[in-house]
């Protein structure tokens, strides 16, 4: 089981940007697929984006153009660079560090804490 964690999330204002992290403790996750969702107020947790070990990525149309994923496996980390945000933005991010078969992405049962992003107007 990969504990992971997230950081980076905080307060910012309707058009600016937060780069969030995602590693894990005491583990790798550079042999898995991550996965960013978030769960904003009274809603599902949603894919916001997706890389696959090839490198290939996955965006939700919401945030397509405006977020990045990327992986740096020197720092066993996956960022996620969110740029223009908006107030629909707000929510708990959290990412997943799943598996791939038939390069088809599974995600795992665990989860780690989330990492709150607020944006306001």
């Known amino acids: 089981q990969v504990q992971i964690v997230e950081s980076g999330g905080g307060m910012v204002q309707a058009g600016g940007s937060l780069r969030l992290s995602c590693s894990a403790s005491?583990?790798?996750?550079?042999?898995?697929?991550i996965g960013w969702y978030r769960q904003g107020p009274a809603r599902l947790r949603d894919l916001v984006a997706r890389?696959?070990?090839?490198?290939?990525?996955y965006y939700a149309a919401s945030v397509k153009g405006r977020f990045t994923i990327s992986r740096d496996t020197t720092r066993n980390t996956v960022y996620l660079q969110m740029n223009s945000l908006q107030t629909d933005d707000t929510a708990v991010y959290y990412c997943?560090?799943?598996?791939?078969?038939?390069?088809?992405?599974?995600?795992?049962?665990?989860w780690g804490q989330g990492t709150q992003v607020t944006v306001s107007s």
């Open positions: 005491g583990s790798s996750i550079n042999g898995n697929p």
């Open positions: 890389i696959m070990l090839s490198g290939g990525t």
């Open positions: 997943n560090a799943g598996t791939e078969t038939d390069g088809r992405y599974y995600a795992s049962p665990y």
